[in-house]
């Protein structure tokens, strides 16, 4: 093989490698604005009857399914059925906070802010389907 060959071939790699990790980029900019961009409506939990509902948040790279059980008013009981973390911490601890507060916008879980945020976004995704 030439040099020229030798040249080209590491040129065509090397704009490879180029795209890809700009796409990885931008999917990661996809992801950082989707969790900076997603909001809570405040729901109120007495208002859901009671039932056991599903919901579920997907922002790429975290992703969060959820049953939640209301009874009485209150939530009694949420199971994560589904919950992927990437490269962050896990969150799940934060579905005992939700209950013993009873409200979805409880404070984050320190190193997983971001999984945070999924599992209480797809908390009330389960709740509004029981409005």
């Known amino acids: 093989?030439?040099?020229?060959?030798?040249?080209?071939?590491?040129?065509?790699?090397?704009?490879?490698?180029?795209?890809?990790?700009?796409?990885?980029?931008?999917?990661?900019?996809?992801?950082?604005?989707?969790?900076?961009?997603?909001?809570?409506?405040?729901?109120?939990?007495?208002?859901?009857?009671?039932?056991?509902?599903?919901?579920?948040?997907?922002?790429?790279?975290?992703?969060a399914k959820v049953e939640v059980t209301v009874r009485g008013g209150v939530i009694a009981d949420i199971d994560i059925l589904e919950h992927k973390n990437g490269r962050g911490k896990s969150a799940e601890i934060i579905v005992e906070k939700i209950i013993e507060e009873q409200k979805i916008n409880v404070d984050a879980v320190s190193g997983a802010t971001n999984s945070s945020i999924v599992i209480k976004k797809a908390v009330e995704n389960a709740l509004n389907g029981g409005k």
């Open 1 to 63: 093989m030439n040099r020229k060959s030798v040249f080209a071939i590491a040129i065509s790699l090397f704009l490879i490698v180029l795209i890809f990790t700009a796409g990885y980029l931008k999917s990661v900019a996809d992801y950082k604005r989707a969790v900076k961009e997603t909001t809570f409506d405040g729901i109120e939990i007495s208002d859901v009857p009671d039932g056991v509902y599903v919901g579920e948040y997907d922002v790429d790279f975290i992703y």
